[in-house]
T-cell receptor
């Protein structure tokens, strides 16, 4: 079945790099996403990658995709206290032509000053 | 661009009443809208998918008579929680997309049923 797994918690110091990892099971996924959720708010789209890409970089964010291992990571360079939030990995399901997303449990990123 | 709004942001209601939540795509026409429910410190659970002008597709275990979804136009979808009970208290989030990815999410609606 379709499943997305993430570690639940990550703590880093301000200025360090953060790497949030995600694994998924559906090998036919088309797109993989990273969303950020701050307390009491909705989800903010950070970036997404098509499954035939290995890497995508957007300012401080770098997404790496290892399709063979079904592993996705999000690297945040020079992490700031404002990056503290929950980060969700999600995959879109090919079998669903509506673009249904399957989410991971979310990784809470704590940035210490 | 790609802004999705929800109204209200918070609502408190008495048990047995119905509550309507609106989801609007402000600067694009959404062919598909999605409704999610999120429990505290949990991930998002997809409730239903709606396309403009057609009936919503509900996920397994979601009562369609309890959670009424209407997608009246390409910019508006509504979720009505009928005869709400305390166990319906939750954070409801909608999302919208054009013909292709990605999905853009609204800010969420906090529902508290007393």
């Amino acid at each position: 079945g379709e499943d997305v797994e993430q570690s639940l918690f990550l703590s880093v110091r301000e200025g360090d790099s953060s790497v949030i990892n995600c694994t998924y099971t559906d090998s036919s996924s088309t797109y993989l996403y990273w969303y950020k959720q701050e307390p009491g708010a909705g989800l903010q789209l950070l970036t997404y990658i098509f499954s035939n890409m290995d890497m995508k970089q957007d300012q401080r964010l770098t997404v790496l995709l290892n399709k063979k291992d079904k592993h996705l990571s999000l690297r945040i360079a020079d992490t700031q206290t404002g990056d503290s939030a929950i980060y969700f990995c999600a995959e879109s399901i090919v079998s669903s032509n509506t673009g249904k997303l399957i989410f991971g449990q979310g990784t809470t990123l704590q940035v210490k000053p | 661009g790609a802004v999705v709004s929800q109204h209200p942001s918070r609502v408190i209601c008495k048990s047995g009443t119905s509550v309507k939540i609106e989801c609007r795509s402000l600067d694009f026409q959404a062919t598909t809208m999605f409704w999610y429910r999120q429990f505290p410190k949990k991930s998002l659970m997809l409730m239903a998918t709606s396309n403009e002008g057609s009936k919503a597709t509900y996920e397994q275990g979601v009562e369609k008579d309890k959670f009424l979804i209407n997608h009246a136009s390409l910019t508006l979808s509504t979720l009505t929680v009928t005869s709400a009970h305390p166990e319906d208290s939750s954070f409801y989030i909608c999302s919208a997309r054009l013909a292709g990815p990605p999905q853009y999410f609204g800010p969420g609606t906090r529902l508290l049923v007393l």
